[in-house]
Each structure stands twice: as C-alpha cells, then as structure tokens.
C-alpha cells in the first residue's frame, strides 16, 4: 500500500469512528428529568405503601441495595461482574444521596428503562430488562413505598469497571443489541394464578437474572436457553426448567413451602444468593408466593423428577474405593451430622443424596456449602452446616466432594475439583 | 501412629485417622481447655487455631491435620503467666461458668492475628460462631476490644470504648 493510500484508507477509518461515535452519543441522549421537592411521605396512601412493600420484598431489591451491615435501601453492596465491580445505588429518599428528588417520572423511567434522572443509562447490572414489564400501578406502589423509607445520608463506593465501560454512553450501544421489552400479556389459556406467577416472576422477582445462562455482554440468554442454570455471587443457579436436576419433583406445594422456608427436605435449603430471596419471599403475600411457586413449578414440569423419581443408591463401597481418604475425612468431619439418624436429619434438614448439588452438572454449589457453611436463611432456629474454609485443603475438600459424587452424586462425573475448590474459594470472597 | 504439632511440640497419638482432633487433645494429650459441646459444630467450645485460622476440633480428622500447627489455650499462656487475650479476659472477668471461654479466646486471637484493627462487625462476625450459655457476651466482646487495644490496634468502631 502507497504512503497516499494508507492515509486515504486512515481517513476513511477515522470519519467512520467519528460518526460512529456521533451516532451513538445522538442515540444515547437522554434528558434529564426535573428534580421536585421530596414528596411529603404523608401524602401516600397507606395501602399504597404497603403494596409496594410487598413487592419489594419479591423483587429482592435489598439484596443489592444494602451493604453488609448498611442500612436497608442506602446501597453499597458491591456487584461483582466479569468487567468489574458495580455497586447498588441509594434508593432511600435522601435529596442529595439517594432519590428524594426524583419525581414517579424519573423513577419509572429508571425501573422501566434503565435511565438515572440526569439522562444516564444504568448498568443492567440494575435488571431493568426485567422490570420493564412491570405495570404502573407496581410502580407507583413502589414509588410510594421508597419515598416512605427513612433517608439515609449514605453514598456507595464508585463503580471499579474496566476501561471504556465508565463512559455509559456505550450502554445505549448495549440497550440496542440486548434491551428490546415486551410486555406480559395474560395467556386466557391458563389459570390467573399462574398468570399471575408469570407476572411477578418475569419481572420484580426477576428470577431468570441469576437462573439463565448469560453471553459475553452479560446478556441474559432468553427463548431456547432461558432458566438453563447461570452463576452469582460464586454460586451457580441450577436449571429450573426441564433441565432441572433435582431428583425429586419440584411440585407446587414443595416449591411454596422452599420458597418461603428455605427449605425443602426433598431438596435442599436455600443457599449463597438464593438465602436472601427466600428471607424477603417468607415476609412476602402468600398468595403471590403460591402464584410464583405455580408457575415455576409449571416451568419444570417436564424436568426429569417430574416423571419419575430416580431411586437413589448409596454407592459407599465403591467411593470408598475410589476416595480413600475422602471417605476418612467424612468419617472424621461429616459423618456425625450426614448419616441417618443424626439430629440434622431429625430437625427436617434433607438428607445428602435428595441434595439438588450433588446431582447439577458442576461441583460448584457442593464445595461453596462445604467451604462457607450453611444457615437456613429464614428460620435461624435449630441446626446449621459450619464452614470448613479454614479447616480444609483444597486438596482435602476436593477429596470429600469427590467421595460425595461419588456415593450419592448422578449425571457426568465432576472434573479437575482441586482447581474448582480454588475458583470457588476466589470467587465466593 | 499419628503425628501433630501442638503448641509448638510434637505430640503423637495411636488413633484412627478419622478421630476428631478434639478427642486426642483431651483423651490422649490431657490438653483440656477446648471443650466437647455439641460435637456437631453448633457451639464453639472445641474451638483452637489450625495455624492461625479457628476451627471446630470436634469436626477436624486428626489424619487431615498433616504439620499444620494446632494451638490450644494452653499454648497461648499459663495460669502464672497468662497471654495477652486471656489478660483481656480476666480483666473484663468475662467468664462466668467458663465452659466457652477457651473457644472464645481461641477465636479472638485467630481475629487478632488476622486483624488487630477489626471493625466492630468484624469482630462480631468473627466471634458469632461461639456460643455462651451464661450470657456475658458483653464482657466478652469487651476483652476483645481491650486485647486488641493490648497489641497496639482497636476496634475502630468500637460499640463502647475501651476503659
């Protein structure tokens, strides 16, 4: 290539870039929405608050809006994705930290459409994707319910994200390939229950944001694949679709009682992120818990417990074999709480071959419950699994969930466990 | 023939790989100060450091052990001359009927080790796994905040200052 030719060609690549830009500022634009007054928290309606409570609570929303020992809604719980750390905002009505000045307007705009008061897109870190559903007369109870809050004078930590990902003009790059709502409409096909499951599970409670796989951009994968299993917080959320591995059925009643207990002695008890959804769903409306439960009961309907529950053999022997010093360390450190008849059991707790984890595809959730211990998260009372994170090799961890797998554990053997006890470790910090 | 490593000294024990470590401080090295509570991890009372980190010896093969250093409250001091945590301890008088406090000093010193300047969730969140029956937890979260202010640090928001 000439000298002249190159800076031709260079020209070209750079006007390209330019507009490129142009185009995406032009796109990205958005105005900012006046600021109000605080709205006197007098001026809602009781009943109005205490509906936006409820959601609330289906919604989660103070998992990420609370830090460790933070007050509720002031924000500060930091976010962890492949890009960098994003932390949940403020949504207390303080004037200056948190929303006290955005009018419903700008608050429906940001739950709808992922857009700050000032115009800015927000991170769907924030799963607008999802809340975009919701109806009007969710947000306004919403709206009222965190403009009743106490204010907190609080402001999160900036966001840590990799360069170019401050500059949030790019999101509405983002919105364009991966933000395209539609709305919810009632399937007369089916009962107003389910319906109503569909409603609320799609969009507050946004369940598919951690139990769906997610593509390079973080976008959720929906159709085909939604409800395939993802990963959060260093835990991974198993299928809850026909895909799930559960071996027992999930039916609507056992998935009520799990989702307002934490606990399903058929299963498992909720674990890493799953905890908080199942403490907010316990103080949550019965009937939109049974609705939820209904539906997503009806999402694993052709999962393969839902036919037939496998027998469960206890293959001990034969992990022995295979896990000689696996097997000793559950003797030493398991066995006392594991085994039948032993007071776990007696309190309700399932028993390890009904654990959902020993039967997912990844040893993931297995070694988290053995490195961080398990509390039930609703009902604090009784029995709970302690840590062994500082009692415990990797190598000696690896060994027991290996015994694990292969006493009680179905589908594909796992791989490599040393070196996902040590991923584990790092990204459940 | 197992081998250990215990307050600093080489101990040895003919037992079963799987034997809790608890049952060989107590039954074959007359190390009493951890205590069997529960024997389920529920408690805290067995509680000694694994090098520096806390653990539940009811709940710890002594085969999994290899030559990581196990620390009881013996080898942390003695009743002439008591370390710096069990100080903290008598000065708040932060034992009542005693039975958690090995546990408890166990767990503080591992918090110290880590930290000498925890915040008071930390610390909190660090001590939680002990329980007492007697109820001075109180005095308790007192020593620790006056032990870490012993080794040159603090809690540095402490819920009540140190006096």
């Known amino acids: 290539m000439t000298r002249a030719r190159f800076l031709k060609f260079a020209g070209v690549a750079l006007t390209i870039a330019v507009a490129a830009l142009g185009l995406l500022l032009v796109i990205a634009h958005r105005s900012a929405i006046a600021s109000v007054e605080r709205p006197d928290p007098r001026s809602f309606d009781p009943a109005l608050v205490a509906r936006g409570a409820n959601l609330a609570r289906i919604g989660n929303c103070v ?51 992922g857009v700050g008061r000032d115009g800015s897109h927000l991170y769907p870190a924030f ?175 052709d999962a393969p417990a839902a036919g037939v529950e496998p027998p469960l053999p206890d293959r001990r022997a034969l992990a022995q074999r ?65 840590a062994y994170a500082d009692a415990f090799t990797d190598k000696q961890i690896a060994e027991i969930v290996g015994y694990l797998k ?24 | 023939m197992i081998e250990l490593n215990v307050n600093g000294s080489v101990a040895r024990a003919d037992v079963d790989p799987a034997t809790p470590l608890l049952y060989v401080l107590r039954g074959d090295l007359g190390l009493h100060a951890a205590k069997f509570g529960c024997g389920l991890g529920q408690c805290g009372s067995c509680t000694v450091l694994l090098d520096d980190r806390p653990v539940f010896s009811c709940l710890l093969p002594v085969g999994a052990i290899g030559d990581h250093a196990v620390t009881t409250v013996e080898g942390l001091g003695t009743a002439k001359a008591p ?24 767990r503080a010193e591992a918090l110290l080790r880590r930290t000498t300047t925890p915040t008071e969730e930390e610390m909190r969140t660090a001590m939680a796994p002990s329980l007492c029956r007697c109820g001075t937890h109180m005095r308790i979260l007192r020593a620790v905040r006056r032990a870490a202010v012993a080794r040159g640090g603090g809690i540095v928001d402490p819920a009540e200052p140190v006096t």
């Not at chain 1, 709206?143 to 949030?168: C, E, H, Q, S, W």
């Not at chain 1, 999101?171 to 609320?200: C, M, V």
């Not at chain 1, 776990?344 to 961080?372: C, F, S, Y």
């Not at chain 1, 006493?407 to 006890?421: C, T």
């Open chain 1, 322 to 386: 295979q896990y000689p010093s696996g097997a000793r360390l559950y003797e030493g450190a398991c066995a006392t709480c594991h085994e039948s008849g032993a007071p776990m059991i007696v309190a309700g707790r399932p028993v390890l071959p009904l654990g959902t984890p020993l039967h997912e595809d990844n040893p993931r959730d297995t070694i988290q419950i053995i490195l961080q211990g398990l509390r039930p998260p609703v009902d604090a009372s009784g029995p709970y699994m302690p």
């Open chain 1, 63 to 113: 998992s990420c809006h609370q830090a460790g020992g933070g007050r509720p809604y002031a924000g500060g719980y930091p976010i962890k994705t492949p890009f960098g750390t994003i932390y949940g905002s403020n949504i207390t009505p303080h004037p200056d930290a948190g929303i006290g000045r955005w009018s419903r307007a700008a608050f429906a705009r940001a739950l709808l459409e």
């Open chain 2, 83 to 106: 370390g710096g945590v069990q100080r903290a301890f008598l000065h708040e008088q932060a034992g009542q009927c005693g039975y958690c406090i090995p546990g408890m000093i166990a």
């Open chain 1, 127 to 301: 799963p607008y994707t999802h809340y975009a559903g919701v109806t009007d007369g969710d947000v306004d109870a919403l709206y009222a319910f965190l403009m009743t809050r106490p204010a907190v004078r609080a402001t999160p930590p900036a966001n840590d994200l990799i360069p170019p990902l401050g500059f949030r003009p790019l999101l509405a790059g983002w919105k364009l390939l991966f933000f395209h709502p539609a709305p919810i409409r009632t399937d007369i096909s089916q009962p107003a229950e389910w319906n109503r499951g569909r409603y609320l599970g799609e969009t507050l409670a946004h369940c598919s944001a951690c139990h769906s796989p997610r593509g390079l951009l973080q976008q959720e994968k929906r159709g085909a694949g939604a409800y395939d299993g993802g990963w959060s917080g260093g835990w991974y959320a198993p299928p809850i679709n026909a895909r799930s591995p559960a071996v027992r059925a999930w039916t609507p009643e056992r998935l009520e009682t799990y989702l307002r207990t934490g606990l399903s002695r058929h299963h498992a008890a909720a674990a890493g992120p799953m905890g908080p959804v199942t403490y907010n769903l316990a103080r949550a409306n019965t009937a939109d818990v049974r609705a939820l439960a209904r539906y997503y009961a009806w999402r694993m309907r």
């Open chain 1, 406 to 429: 292969s006493r009680h554990g179905s589908g594909p053997a796992w791989k490599d466990l040393q070196k996902e006890v040590a991923k584990a470790r790092e990204e459940g910090r």
